[in-house]
Structures are given as C-alpha cells and as structure tokens.
C-alpha cells in the first residue's frame, strides 16, 4: 500500500513564526503536492513538484514556499506564519500523470 | 476560468441510492475524478471517468458526459458508513495547469438510519 505521511496531525504555532511541514511518500512517486483545505472551499493547491527540485506555483502559493531535495520529502515552508493561514493542510503524491493521488493524514494547523 | 459545482449537501437513509452531481467548466478537460473523505480522514480516491458513460465499482458508480461539461457518482444501498463527504475533481490540460487537479467544494453526505 502507499503511504503518504505527514509530521505532525496537530500544529500551534504563533503569529511571524517561520513554519516547516513535512511530507514522506514511500512508493516513489514522481510528483508532490500541497493543498490546504477549508470548510466550503474544498481543496485549493499550494504549490506541487514533478520531480526533485522541480516546482509549480498552484492556485493559492503566496505566503508558501516548498522545497523538494529528495524524491520522497517535499516539505511546505510558512515563511512568516499568519492568522489567515490556520488550516488543514494536505500533502499527496502520484505516480507520473496517472489521475490517482494519494493523500496523507494532514496537519491542522493553528497559529495565533 | 475553472469552476466546479456540486451541491452542498445530502440527506438519505439507510438503503436508498444518493446521486451527486458535478458541473464543470475548465480551459481544458482529462478527466474526471471522485474522492471520499471521512470527517478527520484523509481523501481516498473512488473513482476516475475519461470518457463519457458509466463506470461501475460495486456499490458506487460513476458517470460522464464530456459535452455537457456534468458527471456523477450514484451511491446505492446507502449504509451508515457513507456518511463523509465526497469531492468531484477534474483534470484540466490548459496551457497553464500541466494536467494538476480542481477540486469541487465537496458534498457532504448524511446517510440516516
């Protein structure tokens, strides 16, 4: 079976902290992503990579960044963690173009 | 733009087949995806249409029609464990999306005994 696992299912951080949340795929799949997910707004794409070091902007990136130095890892950074940014937070892999994504547990995060 | 719309909500009992439908507008279209999603779950994947018609995997089907921009997922004999909510997503191939995924807002389903 994939499995898609994320660092942390709970997160409190405070207002200006720089915020690092992790994600680890172990079937070797080529492409990552990030999404958040609101209450009536389904899931929104943070950002998503194709490859290592490789990554595309998705519909809501500003205030994120991501980093993809292994193949497996693609970690999400809030680089000055706001209110607005409280959230589930959803990271999933895929194996080339194939339609089916997989997704990990999520991090609720919370920062106040 | 990209748009999906699918309702909000839907109640049902225990027994009864649920239909829950899915328009979409994209500059480009793929295919069309459904996920399930248990309150404080992760989303699982259900089901995939590329082409129009119906394609059926036990309990849950799932239907296409590419030029009326609509699908659907038919949920029969409803058990309380369909409770969760489902999302519609499309693969859109615009210039400008490389083939990722729009998710609809998601439907909540209530299945009642």
């Given at each position: 079976?994939?499995?898609?696992?994320?660092?942390?299912?709970?997160?409190?951080?405070?207002?200006?902290?720089?915020?690092?949340?992790?994600?680890?795929?172990?079937?070797?799949?080529?492409?990552?992503?990030?999404?958040?997910?609101?209450?009536?707004?389904?899931?929104?794409?943070?950002y998503f990579s194709y490859d290592v070091k490789m990554k595309e902007k998705g519909?809501?990136?500003?205030?994120?960044?991501?980093?993809?130095?292994?193949?497996?890892?693609?970690?999400?950074?809030?680089?000055?963690?706001?209110?607005?940014?409280?959230?589930?937070?959803?990271?999933?892999?895929?194996?080339?173009?194939?339609?089916?994504?997989?997704?990990?547990?999520?991090?609720?995060?919370?920062?106040? | 733009?990209?748009?999906?719309?699918?309702?909000?909500?839907?109640?049902?009992?225990?027994?009864?087949?649920?239909?829950?439908?899915?328009?979409?507008?994209?500059?480009?279209?793929?295919?069309?995806?459904?996920?399930?999603?248990?309150?404080?779950?992760?989303?699982?994947?259900?089901?995939?249409?590329?082409?129009?018609?119906?394609?059926?995997?036990?309990?849950?089907?799932?239907?296409?029609?590419?030029?009326?921009?609509?699908?659907?997922?038919?949920?029969?004999?409803?058990?309380?464990?369909?409770?969760?909510?489902?999302?519609?997503?499309?693969?859109?191939?615009?210039?400008?999306?490389?083939?990722?995924?729009?998710?609809?807002?998601?439907?909540?389903?209530?299945?009642?005994?």
């Open positions: 079976d994939v499995k898609v696992t994320q660092s942390s299912r709970y997160l409190v951080k405070r207002t200006g902290e720089k915020v690092f949340l992790e994600c680890v795929q172990d079937m070797d799949h080529e492409n990552m992503f990030w999404y958040r997910q609101d209450p009536g707004l389904g899931l929104r794409l943070i519909d809501i990136p500003e205030g994120y960044s991501v980093s993809r130095e292994k193949k497996e890892r693609f970690s999400l950074i809030l680089e000055s963690a706001s209110t607005n940014q409280t959230s589930m937070y959803l990271c999933a892999s895929s194996p080339g173009l194939r339609y089916e994504q997989y997704f990990g547990p999520g991090t609720r995060l919370t920062v106040t | 733009g990209q748009s999906l719309e699918q309702p909000s909500e839907v109640t049902a009992v225990e027994g009864a087949i649920v239909q829950i439908n899915c328009t979409y507008q994209t500059s480009g279209f793929y295919g069309l995806s459904w996920y399930q999603q248990h309150d404080g779950g992760a989303p699982t994947f259900l089901s995939y249409n590329a082409l129009d018609g119906l394609e059926e995997t036990g309990r849950f089907s799932s239907f296409l029609s590419r030029s009326d921009s609509y699908g659907y997922l038919l949920l029969q004999e409803l058990q309380m464990k369909d409770s969760a909510s489902y999302f519609c997503a499309v693969r859109d191939t615009g210039t400008d999306s490389w083939g990722k995924l729009q998710f609809g807002a998601g439907t909540q389903v209530v299945v009642t005994p």
